[in-house]
């Protein structure tokens, strides 16, 4: 039994929209919240795991980005898989597959485990999220899509806030492995309940796969997000600039093949219009500052502040309950004053929310990263429900896989960027920050065996914050070295702190420009929802039709 394309919001009239619609979103909510409490609650888990696998710098970064590269790389052809095959077949199988990562990383006992993990945690989460947000668009009408996206929108700020909450709760009483292991129980919740709430739905009239696109954007796409990372990290060496030359190549012909071809993976005519281009950017910046910012500020709370892992998920979540309130707000705003008041003005205020460690002094305490918090919070929520809208809303039925994954393709390479970029940039500042007490240190007084001990010790308390506390702990257990466990201490907290307001600048800076190039690129007020909607799929109906049922 199966429903019209009514069914799906996109057309007007006919048919009854599906009537288990919002239980079905509570079931795509919880599917987007473990996706996302992937990335964050890592953070949080990071300085355990670094203890008990004794891991380099270079093998943190790519647990933490092993699950990056393959979600972005493979967002935008899962989609459209989902398009052709099924999107709720997509989300099941996405959530079997980032289950099945989720055992493997929680039995893992060296870092090469533990990154085969995370890739193929990545690897689900690339199919779930875009079918998410198609079958989002699919089960709503018109004048309800907002409010959804509104609540969809809340899930990723309180997932970003509630991965390190949990994570700390769980490392108060057992190992860092219980923060992939949680994840298990909560995919198989979602997928039985998704077998009962949520409708079957794919685009009936896409036959054919564009599947040297596919490759061709997973080379673009896969092939910067590693360049950036890996030379954020380690420099612009051979393999970097191989993948940016990938990339580079790669982006040129997918660019070429997709205008030519007759159904392309990503119809590239309409990211160039300037609602979706405008939202796109968007969503890429926010995420960027918002990835950005949780980097710096865990680090802060654990590292120079002191706080236990749950001390730290605590104090970060007030920024999901500003999530949700400017989500809230953001069904008040846009309908009144138009997307581009509400996105520009969202993305507004999650600049003031960063620029305000670089105002304030962050060795000062809680209260400027509250306030950062907030202000950072309500933008998400204000700007990213509008921004999602005119992304799912530039496109036809038979695209909605598409336009998922280029939403969510956008939110974790901004994402990427903001852990590589500002990371970088932070990295650099503490380094320099910290160097002058490390230059003073008695080292040619060390001789023998010690002298290279003691010369990786001063290294790695130049690298990080981190890798300095690691560094005080072992200086603290022999009475020789005992009396430079505070100074290293203080040097690094002082140089650490500097390095986020450097960090909180140039994320600010971005923010503000970007909010100014976004406020230009969008128009000034998008069709009521619904009939812009209603026209395109009269006039495409054909081609778009919507399967929509419960038992298709």
Not at 89 to 113: E, H, P, Q
Not at 159 to 177: D, K, M, Q, V, Y
Request: aromatic residues 8%; proline residues 5%; negative net charge.
């Amino acid at each position: 039994m199966s429903a019209p394309v009514a069914g799906t919001g996109r057309t007007l009239g006919a048919e009854a929209p599906y009537r288990l619609r919002w239980a079905g979103l509570g079931v795509l909510c919880l599917s987007l919240l473990i996706v996302v409490m992937a990335n964050t609650a890592l953070i949080v888990a990071a300085p355990s795991m670094l203890r008990d696998l004794q891991l380099t710098s270079a093998d943190m970064q790519w647990i933490i980005d092993g699950y990056t590269v393959p979600y972005a790389a493979l967002m935008l052809l899962c989609g459209v898989l989902g398009d052709r095959f099924g999107r709720r077949r997509a989300l099941l199988a996405g959530l079997a597959v980032f289950a099945a990562g989720a055992v493997y990383g929680s039995l893992a006992d060296s870092a090469f485990d533990v990154i085969a993990a995370r890739i193929v945690m990545g690897v689900g989460a690339a199919v779930i999220m875009p079918a998410t947000l198609s079958l989002l668009v699919a089960m709503f009408p018109g004048h309800e899509r907002a409010r959804a996206i509104a609540v969809w929108a809340a899930t990723s700020g309180l997932a970003i806030a509630l991965g390190p909450l949990l994570a700390g709760w769980l490392l108060e009483s057992h190992g860092w492995g219980s923060t992939f292991l949680i994840n298990v129980p909560i995919a198989a919740a979602a997928a039985i309940a998704a077998l009962a709430l949520v409708p079957a739905s794919r685009a009936a009239d896409l036959e054919r796969t564009d599947w040297i696109g596919g490759a061709l954007s997973i080379v673009t796409v896969g092939g910067l997000v590693y360049a950036i990372i890996e030379g954020a990290h380690a420099g612009l060496h051979g393999m970097v600039l191989v993948a940016f030359f990938a990339a580079a190549t790669a982006a040129a012909v997918f660019v070429a093949w997709e205008l030519r071809h007759p159904q392309p993976l990503l119809d590239l005519r309409r990211v160039a219009d300037r609602a979706v281009g405008g939202a796109s950017i968007s969503v890429l910046l926010l995420f960027f500052a918002t990835f950005g910012a949780i980097y710096f500020v865990a680090q802060q709370f654990q590292f120079v502040f002191g706080y236990g892992p749950l001390e730290t998920g605590l104090r970060l979540l007030p920024l999901a309950v500003a999530v949700s309130l400017g989500a809230a707000l953001s069904n008040r705003v846009a309908p009144r004053c138009g997307e581009r008041v509400a996105v520009g003005g969202g993305l507004l205020l999650a600049a003031a929310g960063v620029l305000v460690l670089a105002v304030f002094d962050p060795a000062s305490g809680y209260g400027p990263f509250l306030a950062s918090l907030l202000l950072l919070g309500v933008g998400i929520g204000v700007a990213t429900p509008p921004a999602t809208d005119l992304i799912m809303g530039g496109f036809p039925e038979s695209e909605l896989g598409a336009a998922g994954g280029l939403n969510d393709t956008a939110v974790e390479f901004g994402g990427s960027l903001g852990i590589a970029l500002l990371g970088s940039v932070l990295a650099a500042s503490y380094h320099r920050g910290i160097s002058e007490f490390l230059d003073g240190l008695p080292l040619s007084e060390v001789a023998g065996p010690m002298a290279a001990r003691a010369a990786e010790a001063v290294q790695a308390a130049g690298d990080s914050v981190g890798g300095a506390a690691v560094v005080a702990e072992e200086l603290a257990k022999n009475p020789f070295t005992s009396s430079y466990t505070e100074p290293l201490l203080e040097a690094s907290g002082a140089a650490f702190s500097h390095a986020v307001g450097v960090g909180s600048l140039v994320s600010g800076v971005v923010l503000t420009v970007g909010a100014a190039l976004v406020i230009a690129l969008l128009p000034r007020r998008a069709e009521p929802a619904g009939t812009d909607q209603a026209v395109s799929s009269s006039r495409d109906n054909a081609q778009d039709r919507e399967v929509l049922s419960r038992n298709a």
